[in-house]
Each structure stands twice: as C-alpha cells, then as structure tokens.
Nanobody, 123 residues
Framework: QVQLVESGGGLVQAGGSLRLSCVASGRTFSSYAMGWFRQAPGKEREFVAAISSSDRTSYADTVKGRFTISRDNAKNTVYLQMNSLKPEDTAVYYC?????????????????WGKGTLVTVSS
C-alpha cells in the first residue's frame, strides 16, 4: 500500500507563487510516473501536470508556462511549483501515482491518490 501526503497549500494573492509537495511511502517511488490533479468547487477533477520516471513532463494548457512539476527520488517527493497564480487556480490539489514508469493518456492509469491540499488564490 502506497501513501501519498500533500502539503504546501494555502491562501495567496493573484500573481503570487506556491510550491506544493507530495511525499510517497515505499521504496519504489523512482520507478513510477507521478501526477498532480485539481478539483475546483462544483467542477470535476482535472489533470494539471505529470512527470515520468525519466523526467518527461506534461502540462495542462491552462497551466503551461506557469507551473513546473519536478521530482526528487532521494526524498520520495514530487513537487509542483506554481507561479503567476490566478483566482481560477483555486482548487484542492491532489497528488497521484501512475501504475507505470510513464503515462499515455494523462488522465488514465492512476492507482494511488493523496487526500489533497487546498490552494486559494484571491483577486
């Protein structure tokens, strides 16, 4: 059983930055692709960013150029650096593990999820 624990959420003004972290339990973190997703109030959960075991990255068009996903395998941690935040980025952000070293469809193949961390961007 893998546990994912997110942190780093909070309240920030528009234009500001936050860095989210997700720590994974277990010894095989480096072998799996990881992703970030978010769910805004009243909306469905959506893909934000993903990173493969070989550091290939993908981003949703809405965050491309503003968000950066990275990983530190020595710390079993995946990060999401969020810059130039907008009110529409307000959501609960979830970390997820893909069930393979890489991903095809970014919204498919996740086998473990964290409980989420709330990001609120004020205007």
């Amino acid at each position: 059983q893998v546990q994912l624990v997110e942190s780093g959420g909070g309240l920030v003004q528009a234009g500001g930055s936050l860095r989210l972290s997700c720590v994974a339990s277990g010894r095989t973190f480096s072998s799996y692709a990881m992703g970030w997703f978010r769910q805004a109030p009243g909306k469905e959960r959506e893909f934000v960013a993903a990173i493969s075991s070989s550091d290939r990255t993908s981003y949703a068009d809405t965050v491309k150029g503003r968000f950066t996903i990275s990983r530190d395998n020595a710390k079993n941690t995946v990060y999401l650096q969020m810059n130039s935040l907008k009110p529409e980025d307000t959501a609960v952000y979830y970390c997820a593990r893909y069930n393979d070293a890489t991903y095809g469809r970014v919204d498919y193949g996740m086998d473990y999820w964290g409980k989420g961390t709330l990001v609120t961007v004020s205007s």
